[in-house]
């Protein structure tokens, strides 16, 4: 099997800390509004994660909605964060949060119990806070764009990518492309950028129709031209439905499926796919999906001492798979 006929996954499930957000974008289907959701305990997350240890998950994905920066309660939002990471690090997972925009300092401390980070970076044109995220504060360009240069100064491995289908341009996508790029080859951190196809859900308000995916192994094509090589282009396969697409999204340079776990917590009315459904239709084109871990091996060294523990404990479980 020639190594460019590989496509990765990632085995995870997703904590989610707490649903309220203060965010209100129109195309969401995960928020609450703030105070109108529990947050996960610890004795839950304990619970939780006792079962997945036999269940052969890798990553714990942290996937929060947002606590104002000038709450009061930010502080205790963050702490549950980082505590839910710390116990699934303990427990020898490998945890990556995305919980939108942090302080610098929430970043740093993050990282000492992330295996990796990230943060979509959506679209780079202001005209959607005049849309889609008019009353979205967390959706500023400029600011989604300092997580990324912070994340790269603090040495964090990490993971964005573009929400496609939003109300941008074509021309909007190719300069949000280039502006990762540009990130990248100041810091070299972006392991992965995600091209996410918008799909609308049961609970939104906006009323745009799908992205079509047809439409995806072109700028698929495009990105490839212009991210440096070393970043993973990653499509969910749940949000393209036609097979004969997602075969034509792996010619086209796509080299990564993402989390694959039992729920899409971003998309709940997207499936995703079960793994042997994956094979069916990639090993007849030649194609060989792989498990990986939610960190590049390129970026070991950037990692705490418990993370690099818990890597390499992966790595020997890997062997065997
Ligand atoms: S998409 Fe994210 S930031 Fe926007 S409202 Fe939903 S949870 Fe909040």
């Known amino acids: 099997m020639s190594l460019s006929r590989i496509v990765t996954y990632s ?11 203060f965010n209100r974008c129109t195309y969401c289907n995960f928020r609450a509004d703030p105070g109108r959701s529990a947050w996960l305990t610890l004795a839950e997350v304990e619970r939780k994660l006792e079962y997945l240890l036999s269940q052969g998950i890798c990553e714990i994905l942290v996937l929060s909605g947002e606590v104002h920066p000038d709450s009061s309660r930010r502080d205790a939002w963050f702490q549950r964060i980082y505590d839910i990471c710390q116990l699934a690090l303990s427990g020898g997972f490998l945890p990556h949060t995305n919980a939108g925009p942090l302080r610098f300092q929430e970043m740093q401390q993050l990282k000492q119990v992330n295996a990796s980070m990230g943060l979509m970076l959506e679209q780079l044109t202001p005209n959607l806070l005049e ?30 990518g573009l929400l496609l289908g939003i109300g941008e341009r074509k021309d ?15 810091w070299g951190h972006i392991q992965e950028v ?21 439409h995806l192994p072109d700028l698929i094509a495009k990105a490839r031209d212009i991210l440096p090589q070393t970043i ?30 039992p ?20 090993e007849p084109a030649g194609w060989q999906l792989m498990l990986r871990l939610p960190v590049y091996p390129q970026y070991y060294d950037w990692l705490s ?3 690099r523990e818990a890597v390499a404990a992966w790595e020997c479980k890997l062997l065997h798979f």
């Open 11 to 21: 085995a995870a499930y997703t904590l989610v800390p707490t649903y309220e957000c």
């Open 172 to 186: 909007d996508r190719i300069e949000t492309l280039e502006a990762i790029a540009q990130i990248h080859r100041q």
């Open 194 to 214: 995600i091209l996410q196809p918008y799909s609308p859900g049961d609970r939104q308000s906006f009323t745009a129709s799908a992205f079509n995916s047809h």
């Open 131 to 160: 849309t889609v995220h008019l009353h979205a504060p967390s959706k500023v360009p400029e600011l989604r764009l300092q997580q990324l240069e912070w994340a790269g100064k603090l040495k964090i491995p990490f993971t964005t």
């Open 263 to 282: 729920k899409d917590e971003v998309n709940p009315d997207y499936p995703h796919p079960h793994l042997q459904r994956l094979r069916e239709i990639l």
């Open 232 to 261: 993973t282009i990653q499509i969910p396969p749940n949000l393209i439905p036609d097979a004969s697409v997602l075969l034509d999204c792996l010619e086209a340079g796509a080299r990564d499926l993402g989390g694959i776990g």
């Open 305 to 307: 001492p418990q993370l």
